[in-house]
C-alpha cells in the first residue's frame, strides 16, 4: 500500500516549452501533495504544497506563475513547468500524504518515483 | 529557525553497524522521520517516531529523545545495497515537514 506514482519519469524538452508532470497516489487518497525539486547532490527543496479543491501554497523563492499545480482531485496533482529554461533542469519529486492515518501515521509522506526533466 | 544537522557523509564496513545521528530545534514537534534514498531515485519511508524511545523494524533501528532533540538511525548487518543517503525530517508545529540535508552512506566491502 501507500504507492504514489508520476510520469513522465524522464523528458528532454527544448527551452520556452512547457512540461506538464503528473503524480498520483493509487491506494489511497491524499488532501494534500507535495512538490519537491533536487538538484545533483543537494537536499531536497520543497516548492509548494497540494491542497485538492484549493490553491497551492508556494515555498518563498519559487514563481507561481512559472511552476503551475493543479491538485484537481484526491489521488491526482500535476505541475507545470511552463516556458522551461535550462536551469529548470532537476529532479523533480512528488509526494502524497495518507487522509485517514491508516498508514503509519496521517503526517508520513509517501514519494513518486521522480521525474528527471533536462531543459536542452 | 529551524534546524536539521546530521553528519554529511560517513563510511562503514559491509556486515558492520552504524549509527547515523540527527538532531533537531524546530517550531513544534510532531514527529521524526527517516527516509532512504539511493542515487537517481525518490526517497523511501524507513521509520517514524514520535514517542521517546526505539522503534526497531529488521536491521534498521530508529531512536528518539525528544528532551534531547535527538534521534539515530542504526543499521546492523549492512549490506552494499544499503549505500545510499539517508534523510531525517521533522514534522512541525503545522505539521511541515523540515529536512535534513541527508548523511551519504558509503559502504565498504
Known amino acids: 500500500g501507500a504507492v504514489v506514482s508520476q510520469h513522465p519519469s524522464r523528458v528532454i524538452c527544448k527551452s520556452g516549452t512547457s512540461v506538464k508532470i503528473e503524480c498520483r497516489s493509487l491506494?489511497?487518497?491524499?488532501?494534500?501533495m507535495f512538490w519537491y525539486r533536487q538538484f545533483p547532490k543537494q537536499s531536497l527543496m520543497l516548492m509548494a504544497t497540494?491542497?485538492?479543491?484549493?490553491?497551492?501554497?508556494?515555498e518563498q523563492g519559487v514563481e507561481k506563475d512559472k511552476f503551475l499545480i493543479n491538485h484537481a482531485s484526491l489521488t491526482l496533482s500535476t505541475l507545470t513547468v511552463t516556458s522551461a529554461h535550462p536551469e529548470d533542469s532537476s529532479f523533480y519529486i512528488c509526494?502524497?500524504?495518507?487522509?485517514?492515518?491508516?498508514?503509519?501515521?496521517?503526517?508520513?509522506?509517501?514519494f513518486g518515483p521522480g521525474t528527471r526533466l533536462t531543459v536542452l | 529557525g529551524q534546524n536539521i544537522d546530521q553528519p554529511t557523509e560517513m563510511t562503514a564496513t559491509e556486515g558492520a553497524i552504524v549509527q547515523i545521528n540527527c538532531t533537531y530545534q524546530?517550531?513544534?514537534?510532531?514527529?521524526l522521520f527517516w527516509y532512504q534514498q539511493h542515487a537517481g531515485e525518490a526517497p523511501t519511508f524507513l521509520s517514524y517516531?514520535?514517542l521517546d524511545g526505539l522503534e526497531e523494524k529488521g536491521r534498521f533501528s530508529s531512536f528518539l529523545s525528544r528532551s534531547k532533540g535527538y534521534s539515530y538511525l542504526l543499521l546492523k548487518e549492512l549490506q552494499m545495497k544499503d549505500s545510499a543517503s539517508y534523510l531525517c525530517?521533522?514534522?512541525?508545529?503545522?505539521?511541515?515537514?523540515?529536512w535534513g540535508a541527508g548523511t551519504k552512506l558509503i559502504i565498504k566491502p
Open positions: 509526494s502524497a500524504r495518507d487522509l485517514d492515518g491508516r498508514k503509519i501515521s496521517t503526517d508520513t509522506q509517501y
Open positions: 491506494d489511497f487518497q491524499a488532501t494534500t
Open positions: 497540494s491542497n485538492e479543491g484549493s490553491k497551492a501554497t508556494y
Open positions: 524546530t517550531s513544534g514537534f510532531n514527529g
Open positions: 517516531n514520535v
Open positions: 525530517a521533522v514534522s512541525d508545529s503545522n505539521y511541515q515537514l523540515i
